[in-house]
């Protein structure tokens, strides 16, 4: 079956450092990569995808490059802001017109950004 | 504008209660799902509908029955509720049947006492 992986948390990090946060996937087929972000007493919000490998997903400064020959889709932000604290969840959907679509979620890795 | 929205955000009852999750979305999607977070934060989907029509039953225990009485609704309800239930429970939803990208609402958080 498809299955997430993503590095443990938590992370702390100061303000303006660099982020790497480790995802590693298995699936078959071709499923399609995914970030999301969950704040404090909030629902998940896409943070960016990448349908196909070597496709790069980008937002808010954050960046993902889904590598096939590895299975993986880190997630990286050169400077974070304590504004980007959260739970971030790595996930990939697969299915088909008559499975529906499911998404398949990491464990979420705990981001704290301390000023 | 809230696109995808649940009540309650939050609730507390006790084992062997009946309690029922309402989420409504004014995105136009046709597919909506339900999935619960432990605590642990772990993400796992329990249903998915789609133009009202359940297309994902995950192994779920039958004291919890989905209903989508039209497209931009999906309730869950919840028979004889046990200690384990306690979770936050997410409404998401999409447009079309095959995508990963997800709406979710902000989540009711019930707890079992």
């Known amino acids: 079956g498809n299955s997430v992986t993503q590095m443990e948390g938590p992370v702390t990090l100061s303000e303006e450092a660099f982020l790497t946060i480790n995802c590693t996937y298995t699936a078959t087929g071709y499923p399609s990569l995914f970030w999301y972000v969950q704040y404090p007493g909030e629902g998940l919000q896409l943070l960016l995808k990448?349908?196909?490998?070597?496709d790069k997903g980008s937002n808010k400064g954050f960046e993902a490059t889904y590598r096939k020959e590895t299975t993986s889709f880190h997630l990286e932000k050169g400077s974070v802001q304590v504004s980007d604290s959260a739970v971030y969840f790595c996930?990939?959907?697969?299915?088909?017109?008559?499975?529906?679509?499911?998404?398949?979620f990491g464990e979420g890795t705990q981001l704290t950004v301390n000023p | 504008d809230t696109a995808v929205s649940q009540t309650p955000k939050y609730l507390v009852t006790q084992m062997g209660n009946d309690k029922s999750i309402k989420c409504e979305q004014n995105l136009g999607h046709d597919t909506m799902y339900w999935y619960k977070q432990d605590s642990k934060k772990f993400l796992k989907i329990m249903f998915s509908?789609?133009?009202?029509?359940?297309?994902i039953n995950e192994t779920v225990p039958n004291r919890f029955s989905p209903k989508s009485p039209d497209k931009a609704h999906l309730n869950l309800h919840i028979n004889s509720l046990e200690l384990g239930d306690s979770a936050v429970y997410f409404c998401?939803?999409?447009?079309?049947?095959?995508?990963?990208?997800?709406?979710f609402g902000p989540g009711t958080r019930l707890t079992v006492t």
């Open positions: 996930a990939l959907s697969s299915g088909s017109e008559t499975s529906g679509s499911r998404l398949t």
């Open positions: 998401a939803s999409s447009q079309g049947i095959k995508t990963g990208e997800q709406y």
């Open positions: 509908y789609n133009n009202k029509e359940l297309i």
């Open positions: 990448a349908t196909k490998a070597d």
